[in-house]
């Protein structure tokens, strides 16, 4: 009976996780589709085309493209594989849409406590800036989540007692007839 229980608990258990992990990749997964094509929804808000950008929605744009190559750029030059790219970056983006998201739900908050009553006024005073500082946060979300290179490369290391030999003899010559003799 004990083996029974052991194995149906192991068994749940293996559902919980994979029911889990794909409700967080679904859910991850709509949150980064649903933020970056808010982006240009955002921008073109007046249905005006492009001259309804101004300078620095049209620069917010084009630093996007640019983090967005250098994201899968660097992926590719890593040799990392387009399942793993693509799940850092919708991770990378749901995560910094959702902190986003948490700090604006605190200064709407605060807001409420202030005014006791929250109307259309407080969404529509700062509504450029919040799109502005949500969109500077995805881009740096990006940046910052980009896959790097290590910094250094790794050299082959001399045994200790040759390192300490050559370290003690100060010129390269002697280390040379140090570690030769020695």
Known sequence: MKSFLNAV????????????VVFLYIVFSLIAIISLLSIPLSFFEYDAGLSDLDLVELGLFIFLIAVVWRFYN??????????????????????????????????LILELAEQGVLGVEVLDRHADFESFLSVLVI?????????????????????????EDAFSAGTPEKSESASVVG
Do not use: Q
């Not at 992926?75 to 693509?86: E, P």
């Not at 490369?153 to 200790?160: S, V």
């Open 139 to 163: 881009i740096s979300a990006i940046y910052a989540g980009t896959p790097l290179p290590p910094f250094y490369l790794k050299k082959d290391k001399l045994p200790k007692e040759e390192a």
């Open 74 to 107: 660097r992926c590719t030059n890593l040799k990392w594989s387009k399942w793993a790219a693509i799940k850092r970056f919708v991770f990378v983006v749901a995560f910094a849409k959702l902190l986003y998201m948490f700090f604006y739900a605190i200064y």
């Open 9 to 20: 608990d192991i068994l749940l258990g293996h559902f919980a996780r994979g029911f889990t």
